[in-house]
């Protein structure tokens, strides 16, 4: 990712141009332009030219002088990444708080922390972050790959004055870089289809394309020797390589994988054209536009993340800014040229004088005790900041807790907890399930039969808060909206992404004679404590069968976590199908997000997907019920209203946008096709336009498209009882 013009005379034009064509390629995607989703292979041709020069560097050195100076190439690697990495990293650590909500700012402390000491690639990796997940973005996201050289930096010219201690060193590097290499890229491509965010981010599995630079560096001798016009003609196939890249790698690519071996082979095949006469390099990349947006991509590579990511939030945009669509393209593209100007600001005054050593006046060791002490305040200022959001978080919740202790106990959240304290049974888990009673009579589960577009008259409801200030009495707090949740899954009875068995448990009475089984996703698990209520009150032997993205239709589908087909989801589904033939249940509920990425393209369309999930109904026994989809907000709920406490109306969501096009078409379709009972609860989520991030007292969601369990719980006496119509 490092780089920048020099005035040696092994100076290359042509390199210069082709990381401006990288660094464009990553802005164009992180824009999101139409057509350049693929472009964040931009950062596999950096990673190739960072092992090209690097190497080629190093290896000079060993030849010029006989040894490699280990001080001196460090003190050079950190005068060259640190000063813009860290007025880039301060400037974010400063303005997050200013602009993002208490609650995200323990998660960007952390991010910083890591991005300061180098390890931003281990972090997101042991989160299995998606980098393309607008929720989980964080504005420092991008330090992974600053991550990857320097950890790359630290390792790879050890290895290489180790092994140039042989007889014959060129020979003995390319041995090593081969080996690497090799090693590096099958890792790669066998953690792509276990466990993608460790393949994606991880040293291990992209060392291989920072060697791969390194290899044509140590072979730069029998490069000089192809003919030009062969050297050209490779350059072409580069070109054509990378620009394949773009078209065959789409949303459900598993990556890196095989598909990287188009964009690293292509950038191989660039540079070791060598931009002679004819070469893409010589009519294309040394074009100045190209060369100077070259120089000042390091710059602009730091800089355009924090902005993409702040500024939308900033402007009061939240999520909307993530569709790319209309007025907010146009937004995103002024803010990646606001980065252009401020990059090209940073080269100018803060890259080239400390790269030069105009700003340089201190020695090696002072230098490498600079950039310990800069690390340090960075890790500190990460700390301050973690600090600062657990208190205002934790002052959050201490007020609510106050102001709910004298709530009115009559609220709709009182009452529903008194009716669940007051029911026996409770939860459990079980080993393996109980016989099954003898068949009842079918039980159905109905609710309001008015739909999103038609709400009901809601004088029997808490009245829905779409302005003004936040009730002191709200409920859950937003310092512990995020952990009111089901307990499925802390009680092992609901899968995460890993693992396709399902858990044998049973809550409810677990002797009662009428048996319910729910079914899907977390859009599914969180129903759950309203259903787990109705089993108490009712004494249904409730069997859940849930599995995080997990949509319950018999069609391929991508997980965007997983970075690949989820095989897992597929295994879990037949299985959960034997489970409930073997079970039996009177009644089956299902329910699942309505966002759902697919590995078919054709597959994207809700009246296939309502047939998929038809397949499946036809082949369980008993009733069933199909519980449409929640709206989606906008907005991380809790973190927005956590900034905008006085101003509701700041984040809520319209209709149109919380509906979107698809809002009960999959379920409607396989309601018709199997004669399920279609659940619609739309009138309760969102009883008003725009949707209320809070109805009387109570949070509406938990982050921008999950409910919270209190909510869910409040919603009992709809989801269990009234005049249901099937659709």
């Given at each position: 990712?490092t780089?920048?013009?020099?005035?040696?005379?092994?100076?290359?034009?042509?390199?210069?141009?082709?990381?401006?064509?990288?660094?464009?390629?990553?802005?164009?995607?992180?824009?999101?332009i139409?057509?350049?989703e693929?472009?964040?292979?931009?950062?596999?041709?950096?990673?190739?030219?960072?092992?090209?020069?690097?190497?080629?560097?190093?290896?000079?050195?060993?030849?010029?002088?006989?040894?490699?100076?280990?001080?001196?190439?460090?003190?050079?690697?950190?005068?060259?990444?640190?000063?813009?990495?860290?007025?880039?990293?301060?400037?974010?650590?400063?303005?997050?708080?200013?602009?993002?909500?208490?609650?995200?700012?323990?998660?960007?402390?952390?991010d910083?922390?890591?991005?300061?000491?180098?390890?931003?690639?281990?972090?997101?990796?042991?989160?299995?972050?998606?980098?393309?997940?607008?929720?989980?973005?964080?504005?420092?996201?991008?330090?992974?790959?600053?991550?990857?050289?320097?950890?790359?930096?630290?390792?790879?010219?050890?290895?290489?004055?180790?092994?140039?201690?042989?007889?014959?060193?060129?020979?003995?590097?390319?041995?090593?870089?081969?080996?690497?290499?090799?090693?590096?890229?099958?890792?790669?491509?066998?953690?792509?289809?276990?466990?993608?965010?460790?393949?994606?981010?991880s040293?291990?599995?992209?060392?291989?394309?920072?060697?791969?630079?390194?290899?044509?560096?140590?072979?730069?001798?029998?490069?000089?020797r192809?003919?030009?016009?062969?050297?050209?003609?490779?350059?072409?196939?580069?070109?054509?390589?990378?620009?394949?890249?773009?078209?065959?790698?789409?949303?459900?690519?598993?990556?890196?994988?095989?598909?990287?071996?188009?964009?690293?082979?292509?950038?191989?095949a660039l540079?070791?054209?060598?931009?002679?006469v004819?070469?893409?390099?010589?009519?294309?990349?040394?074009?100045?536009p190209?060369?100077?947006?070259?120089?000042?991509?390091?710059?602009?590579?730091?800089?355009?993340?924090?902005?993409?990511?702040?500024?939308?939030?900033a402007?009061?945009?939240?999520?909307?800014?993530?569709?790319?669509?209309?007025?907010?393209?146009?937004?995103?593209?002024?803010?990646?040229?606001?980065?252009?100007?401020?990059?090209?600001?940073?080269?100018?005054?803060?890259?080239?004088?400390?790269?030069?050593?105009?700003?340089?006046?201190?020695?090696?060791?002072?230098?490498?005790?600079?950039?310990?002490?800069?690390a340090?305040?960075l890790?500190?200022?990460?700390?301050?900041?973690?600090?600062?959001?657990?208190?205002?978080?934790?002052?959050?919740a201490?007020?609510?807790?106050?102001?709910?202790?004298?709530?009115?106990?009559?609220?709709?959240?009182?009452?529903?907890?008194?009716?669940a304290?007051?029911?026996?049974?409770?939860?459990?888990?079980?080993?393996?399930?109980?016989?099954?009673?003898?068949?009842?009579?079918?039980?159905?589960?109905?609710?309001?039969?008015?739909t999103?577009?038609?709400?009901?008259?809601?004088?029997?409801?808490?009245?829905?808060?779409?302005?003004?200030?936040?009730?002191?009495?709200?409920?859950?707090?937003?310092?512990?909206?995020?952990?009111d949740?089901?307990p499925?899954?802390?009680?092992?009875?609901g899968?995460?992404?890993?693992?396709?068995?399902?858990?044998?448990?049973?809550?409810?009475?677990?002797?009662?004679?009428?048996?319910?089984?729910?079914?899907?996703?977390?859009?599914?698990?969180?129903?759950?404590?309203?259903?787990?209520?109705?089993?108490?009150?009712?004494?249904?032997?409730?069997?859940?069968?849930?599995?995080?993205?997990?949509?319950?239709?018999d069609?391929?589908?991508?997980?965007?976590?997983?970075?690949?087909?989820?095989?897992?989801?597929?295994?879990?589904?037949?299985?959960?199908?034997?489970?409930?033939?073997a079970?039996?249940?009177?009644?089956?509920?299902?329910?699942?997000?309505?966002?759902?990425?697919?590995?078919?393209?054709?597959?994207?369309?809700?009246?296939?997907?309502g047939?998929?999930?038809?397949?499946?109904?036809?082949?369980?026994?008993?009733?069933?019920?199909?519980?449409?989809?929640t709206p989606?907000?906008?907005?991380?709920?809790?973190?927005?209203?956590?900034?905008?406490?006085?101003?509701?109306?700041?984040?809520?969501?319209?209709?149109?946008?919380?509906?979107?096009?698809?809002?009960?078409?999959?379920?409607?379709?396989?309601?018709?096709?199997?004669?399920?009972?279609?659940?619609?609860?739309?009138?309760?989520?969102?009883?008003?336009?725009?949707?209320?991030?809070?109805?009387?007292?109570?949070?509406?969601?938990?982050?921008?498209?999950?409910?919270?369990?209190?909510?869910?719980?409040?919603?009992?006496?709809?989801?269990?009882?009234?005049?249901?119509?099937?659709?």
């Amino acid at each position: 990712m490092t780089s920048s013009r020099t005035r040696d005379p092994g100076y290359r034009p042509d390199l210069e141009g082709l990381r401006g064509v990288a660094i464009l390629l990553v802005l164009l995607c992180h824009v999101r332009i139409p057509g350049a989703e693929a472009g964040f292979v931009g950062v596999d041709v950096f990673f190739v030219l960072s092992g090209f020069l690097i190497t080629g560097l190093l290896v000079n050195e060993r030849e010029r002088t006989g040894r490699i100076g280990l001080g001196p190439f460090y003190a050079r690697r950190a005068r060259r990444i640190l000063p813009a990495a860290v007025l880039v990293l301060a400037t974010t650590l400063l303005a997050a708080p200013l602009v993002l909500s208490p609650l995200d700012l323990r998660r960007i402390a952390d991010d910083g922390m890591a991005a300061s000491l180098s390890l931003a690639n281990m972090r997101y990796a042991v989160d299995a972050t998606d980098y393309f997940a607008p929720v989980d973005a964080s504005p420092m996201l991008h330090f992974w790959s600053l991550a990857v050289e320097e950890q790359f930096y630290l390792l790879w010219p050890i290895l290489l004055l180790t092994v140039a201690r042989i007889g014959r060193p060129r020979l003995a590097m390319a041995a090593l870089a081969i080996a690497v290499l090799a090693g590096s890229f099958v890792l790669s491509f066998m953690l792509t289809d276990t466990s993608g965010a460790w393949a994606y981010f991880s040293l291990p599995t992209r060392a291989w394309q920072l060697t791969a630079g390194g290899l044509l560096a140590l072979g730069a001798p029998l490069l000089s020797r192809v003919p030009h016009a062969v050297a050209a003609a490779v350059g072409w196939l580069g070109a054509a390589l990378l620009g394949a890249s773009l078209v065959a790698i789409g949303p459900t690519t598993a990556y890196p994988g095989l598909a990287s071996l188009l964009p690293t082979i292509g950038a191989v095949a660039l540079i070791a054209s060598g931009g002679v006469v004819g070469s893409p390099g010589w009519i294309v990349f040394a074009r100045a536009p190209l060369r100077w947006l070259g120089r000042i991509s390091y710059s602009l590579y730091l800089w355009h993340w924090p902005i993409l990511v702040l500024g939308p939030v900033a402007l009061g945009l939240g999520m909307a800014a993530d569709e790319g669509g209309g007025d907010d393209l146009a937004i995103q593209v002024g803010l990646g040229l606001l980065a252009v100007a401020i990059a090209a600001v940073t080269w100018r005054l803060v890259e080239e004088p400390f790269r030069r050593g105009r700003l340089t006046l201190w020695g090696r060791a002072r230098g490498v005790a600079l950039a310990g002490a800069t690390a340090l305040i960075l890790v500190l200022g990460s700390t301050a900041i973690g600090v600062v959001g657990d208190r205002e978080v934790a002052a959050a919740a201490a007020l609510d807790a106050g102001a709910a202790s004298t709530a009115d106990e009559s609220s709709p959240a009182g009452l529903v907890d008194r009716a669940a304290s007051s029911s026996a049974s409770g939860s459990s888990t079980a080993p393996e399930e109980p016989p099954m009673p003898s068949m009842p009579e079918r039980t159905v589960v109905s609710a309001p039969s008015s739909t999103a577009s038609t709400p009901p008259s809601t004088e029997s409801r808490p009245k829905p808060r779409i302005d003004g200030a936040l009730p002191r009495d709200l409920t859950p707090s937003l310092a512990r909206a995020r952990q009111d949740t089901d307990p499925l899954r802390a009680d092992g009875c609901g899968l995460s992404l890993a693992g396709s068995k399902p858990p044998a448990c049973a809550y409810g009475d677990k002797n009662g004679t009428v048996t319910v089984a729910l079914v899907g996703d977390s859009h599914a698990a969180h129903w759950f404590p309203a259903i787990e209520l109705l089993a108490r009150q009712r004494r249904w032997r409730l069997v859940p069968f849930t599995k995080f993205s997990c949509v319950f239709v018999d069609m391929r589908i991508w997980s965007p976590r997983l970075k690949r087909e989820y095989t897992e989801c597929e295994v879990w589904r037949e299985r959960v199908v034997g489970r409930l033939v073997a079970l039996r249940p009177d009644l089956v509920i299902v329910a699942a997000d309505q966002e759902l990425p697919v590995v078919v393209d054709r597959d994207d369309d809700p009246t296939l997907q309502g047939a998929a999930m038809a397949r499946l109904i036809r082949r369980i026994p008993g009733g069933v019920a199909i519980i449409v989809d929640t709206p989606r907000s906008e907005y991380d709920v809790p973190a927005c209203l956590a900034q905008h406490r006085t101003s509701i109306e700041r984040c809520t969501t319209t209709r149109s946008a919380a509906f979107g096009w698809r809002h009960m078409l999959r379920e409607r379709e396989a309601a018709r096709l199997t004669g399920a009972t279609l659940v619609d609860l739309s009138a309760a989520t969102c009883p008003t336009d725009p949707c209320p991030p809070v109805v009387g007292s109570i949070l509406v969601y938990r982050d921008h498209h999950h409910l919270p369990a209190t909510f869910v719980r409040s919603l009992v006496d709809e989801l269990g009882g009234g005049a249901a119509r099937r659709r």
